[in-house]
């Protein structure tokens, strides 16, 4: 009994000394709430392969060539091994190291009767060393090594969730750009025809020569926008090609950007979005991390004990028999004076640990407002589109009725010509619209952390 508690008060006393640690600040922590601003309406549960959802099969094929060739992933991937390899490396000081080696000499001397004598000798030895860990040192730093480990897996299941994400996102722009190229070259043989009319009526006498050059000069200022939307998809295929992982390249499409589907919100409350995020989870393995590291950190102002020994053998022409040898020894070595540096480590790791502890909350406060973010803008962008989807056709009626007055000579080409414009800029909305809801879509997956359901670490 005496024993124990003067092993107790001796650990006790241990503990004091090993440093101060400032507490961790309060304003760190971070409390969910308890659900989202913007009503949900219908959802579903998210799935990892929540770009199919989209019903594209196209933009299905172009998710997974980018997850199997993007760099960025290439690069996640290198560093998880590196990771990997460094909690092996930390975990290798459980165990007592162990070398074999080996010394021969020849040479030729004087004996005592003064004749040459030539000797050869042999002397193998194998040697072992090991560090009691009865202070946990080692353990914190394996325990620091796994969780950077961790950290950098999720860090790469980010990178591919990101990946994802932009890739759809490029598609889906493409294809909005697509269906804007379409009208403005529907529209161009639309005012094609209109001065085709016009020229045949100003050369009967029916029109004035104002109404011609309006109708040319609409023409014209149709055709210059073309080659500029035929720039925008080049660069957006041209981007979509980097995020492939190949060189710039036509992109093949699937489905017209309006029989693409617009998939369900996701389920899910702000606090399962703490344990749906890679981003979170990198975040919140930095921090154990820290807390292992300033272990270590602590741990420096603790005695070590290291255990050696040797054996082996001196095998020599001068020897009869050979000769064993074997040393056994023990070294405890503690810190006495260090002119402040093992509390200044100290003091940095609990300063690090306090950074990626505010690194946490600033992540998972991102979240909710990118996850708040996507909802209203998936909300108001179904609004707005039905706003448009009805000024569209309040317009296209409103042209068929100006062509025909114009035609019975009731009014000036002017009137048909805003008509025109409006149509114009009503299916050029619509489409921003339809591209814009399903790019949100997009963001509210990705922010909804894309069905990741936690890190695909390689067993212990």
Do not use: K
Not at 251 to 280: E, F, K, M, T
Not at 361 to 383: I, K, N
Not at 415 to 424: K, M, N, T, V, W
């Amino acid at each position: 009994m005496r024993r124990t508690a003067a092993a107790s008060a001796l650990a006790a006393l241990l503990a004091g000394c090993a440093g101060h640690v400032p507490p961790v600040p309060p304003e760190a922590s971070v409390t969910p709430p308890a659900g989202w601003r913007t009503a949900t309406g219908p959802t579903a549960p998210i799935d990892a392969a929540w770009w199919e959802r989209f019903g594209d099969p196209m933009l299905t094929a172009l998710v997974r060539r980018a997850l199997a060739n993007h760099t960025d992933i290439a690069i996640a991937a290198a560093r998880v091994r590196e990771a990997r390899a460094q909690e092996q490396l930390a975990r290798a000081a459980l165990f007592p190291t162990l070398d074999l080696g080996a010394g021969a000499t020849f040479g030729r001397s004087v004996s005592a009767l003064g004749t040459p004598v030539t000797t050869l000798g042999v002397q193998p030895l194998f040697q072992t060393s090991y560090e009691l860990d009865l202070f946990g040192r080692t353990s914190a730093q394996i325990s620091a090594a796994r969780s950077a480990f961790l950290a950098s897996a999720a860090a790469r299941d980010a990178a591919a969730l990101s990946v994802a994400a932009a890739t759809a996102t490029g598609y889906l722009t493409l294809r909005g750009l697509d269906a804007r190229l379409d009208i403005l070259r529907a529209t161009l043989a639309a005012r094609a025809e209109a001065l085709r009319i016009a020229r045949s009526r100003a050369a009967v006498g029916y029109t004035s020569e104002l109404e011609l050059r309006q109708a040319e000069a609409e023409y014209q200022s149709t055709a210059q926008s073309i080659p500029a939307a035929e720039l925008a998809v080049a660069r957006q295929e041209n981007a979509l090609s980097l995020l492939l992982g190949e060189s710039p390249r036509a992109i093949a499409r699937g489905l017209p950007l309006g029989r693409i589907v617009q998939p369900p919100v996701p389920a899910g409350l702000p606090s399962d979005l703490l344990r749906r995020r890679p981003d979170i989870a990198q975040a919140e393995f930095t921090v154990a991390a820290s807390d292992a590291t300033l272990a270590v950190a602590r741990a420096q102002f603790l005695p070590r004990i290291n255990l050696t020994g040797s054996a082996g053998a001196v095998l020599s022409t001068a020897l009869g028999n050979p000769i064993s040898i074997w040393s056994v020894g023990a070294s405890v070595l503690a810190p006495i004076f260090e002119g402040g540096r093992l509390q200044a480590g100290v003091n940095t790791a609990a300063a690090r640990r306090d950074q990626a502890a505010f690194g946490y909350r600033r992540t998972v406060l991102t979240a909710f407002r990118e996850v708040e973010d996507s909802l209203v803008a998936v909300d108001r962008l179904r609004a707005q589109r039905a706003a448009l989807e009805a000024q569209r056709t309040a317009t296209a009626a409103a042209l068929r009725h100006a062509a025909n007055r114009y035609q019975a000579g009731y009014t000036s080409y002017l009137e048909q010509l805003d008509a025109q414009r409006a149509l114009l800029a009503a299916e050029l909305s619509l489409v921003q619209a339809e591209t814009d809801q399903l790019t949100a879509s997009v963001a509210l997956y990705q922010a909804m952390g894309g069905g990741w359901t936690g890190v695909a670490a390689t067993p212990r």
